[in-house]
């Protein structure tokens, strides 16, 4: 393209053209008109995390995409509907045709095409190992996630939409650690969902899990969650050149304060239906706590003045970015407890776009840097017990929660409480009653200390035991 202002705006016009081709086709949603019996699965360029939620009706059992990263919404939506998916496979779509066979080992990131009976054979093999190995975890499901020295370990469910609810149950969570709210605006077009049919939503979540805890986030919309309405244009742009480092999360709740405190009452609402915490996404500076502490003393006044008794709610900060680490002794005074987005914090920390597969390689959640911001954070959160009276309490809800890989040397850090996809939660509990966290401890930090790989490797099997 020539014109550099289209250029720079490809992702956008691209969307416009996928949206108009299926507005052209008549299909409402991607699914609609797919009938592929069981063995269907998917190879596209991109697919976008909205139109990946349309997903969940189960029409596929497997996803391939040419582009993103492990931890893109795109592929934190596919592991949540506990079905394999390959992601930055560079050129699938253009090799992969219509009815080949394809396998898709998403634990390994490997797909193989046209594969030969050895090999499905093989495969079939690990598919009931595997499926035996998940029976064999159920039975975990009301055992307490307690280590061997007696520490008890929290172990919270992410969800995307209130149905989830029963996912989380099932897998025996002991509450919603994350729920990401963004995806009830998503495929609405610019019919956004009001006050009472967000407080619906919440009041659901807090009912469906009967008294344990529920952490809700507020929109973490922009970056690769963009809304419907935002491909119109916005301040007279379409999109934005860095939209990781722009308009995204408690930002774009704060530029538009009517529509914040939409959810901020549907939330205080729905608090008053059981215990209920407000998760503020990804902020970073002093004026964004005293903004979103002004919006919620406004919603509540609002909510008076409607003759509305606002519900109790906890309010927590998610640590994201390195500058928020830095900035923790003002964090810890002003909210009620943090949850660690490593998704995001290893993105700001290493400047490695999460969504970018031509980068992926270097998105390391055991980057040294990383690992010394998440050991401080669960550090100073627990020392506010000096000066607080009681410690900040402290949860990490990105994807190392649920990597059984990381349990012990999240464990060794002194972190307690874990966040993560309800198909995980067994997994990592399995490894928590197999750990001593005394013994941990002093082998986490041999970790922390290490900065060469070699050191690092050897730290790291140390810890593995
Ligand atoms: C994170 O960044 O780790 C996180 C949990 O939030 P999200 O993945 O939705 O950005
Ligand atoms: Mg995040």
């Not at 994350?178 to 009472?196: A, V």
């Not at 900035?327 to 776009?353: C, E, K, W």
């Not at 922390?448 to 593995?464: D, I, K």
Request: hydrophobic share 45%; aromatic share 4%; charged share 25%.
């Amino acid at each position: 393209m020539d014109d550099s202002y289209l250029r720079e705006r490809k992702a956008a016009v691209e969307q416009v053209v996928e949206r108009l081709l299926r507005a052209l086709q008549g299909t409402q949603g991607l699914t609609s008109g797919v009938h592929g019996g069981d063995d269907l699965v998917l190879v596209a360029h991109d697919i976008a995390p909205a139109d990946m939620m349309q997903f969940k009706q189960g029409v596929f059992r497997g996803f391939v995409t040419d582009i993103g990263g492990k931890t893109s919404h795109t592929a934190i939506v596919a592991r949540s509907l506990d079905i394999p998916a390959v992601v930055g496979a560079r050129d699938a779509s253009r090799l992969i045709r219509q009815d080949d066979w394809v396998i898709i080992d998403g634990d390994n990131g490997l797909l193989i095409v046209d594969p030969s009976p050895a090999i499905i054979d093989d495969y079939r093999v690990r598919k009931q190992e595997s499926e035996l190995s998940r029976q064999r975890l159920l039975r975990l499901r009301s055992t307490p996630a307690r280590s061997l020295d007696g520490q008890t370990i929290e172990l919270l469910a992410n969800i995307e939409l209130p149905d989830d609810c029963d996912t989380a149950l099932a897998a025996g969570a002991a509450g919603i650690g994350l729920f990401r709210t963004e995806f009830l605006f998503m495929n609405r077009g610019r019919n956004l969902p009001g006050e009472d049919e967000q407080f619906e939503a919440y009041r659901r979540v807090v009912q469906s899990m009967g008294g344990k805890p529920v952490t809700i986030r507020t929109i973490d919309i922009g970056a690769d969650k963009p809304l419907d309405t935002d491909l119109d244009y916005r301040d007279g742009e379409f999109t934005h050149l860095n939209p990781a480092l722009g308009l995204r999360a408690i930002r774009y709740s704060l530029s538009d304060p009517a529509m914040f405190r939409v959810q901020l009452r549907a939330l205080l609402r729905a608090a008053a239906f059981g215990p209920l915490r407000i998760l503020v996404p990804m902020l970073a500076h002093a004026r964004e706590l005293r903004q979103t502490f002004e919006q919620l003393d406004l919603a509540r006044a609002e909510l008076r003045a409607a003759g509305v008794e606002p519900g109790p709610v906890e309010v927590g900060v998610m640590i994201e970015v390195p500058g928020a680490v830095l900035m923790l002794p003002l964090l810890l005074r002003h909210f009620d407890f943090i949850s660690v987005g490593t998704n995001d914090l290893v993105q700001y920390t290493l400047a490695i776009d999460r969504a970018d597969e031509s980068v992926a390689d270097l998105y390391d959640p055991l980057h040294p840097a990383v690992l010394q911001l998440l050991a401080q954070t669960i550090s100073l959160a627990h020392a506010a017990h000096g000066w607080k009276g009681h410690p900040v309490h402290v949860s990490v809800c990105g994807e190392m929660a649920g990597d059984p890989q990381l349990t012990r040397l999240l464990l060794g850090m002194g972190l307690r409480s874990f966040s993560m996809h309800p198909a995980q939660i067994l997994r990592v509990k399995q490894e928590i009653l197999r750990a001593d966290c005394s013994r941990l401890a002093p082998l986490a930090q041999a970790v922390l200390g290490e900065l060469e790989p070699e050191g690092q490797e050897r730290a790291l099997a140390a810890l593995a035991g």
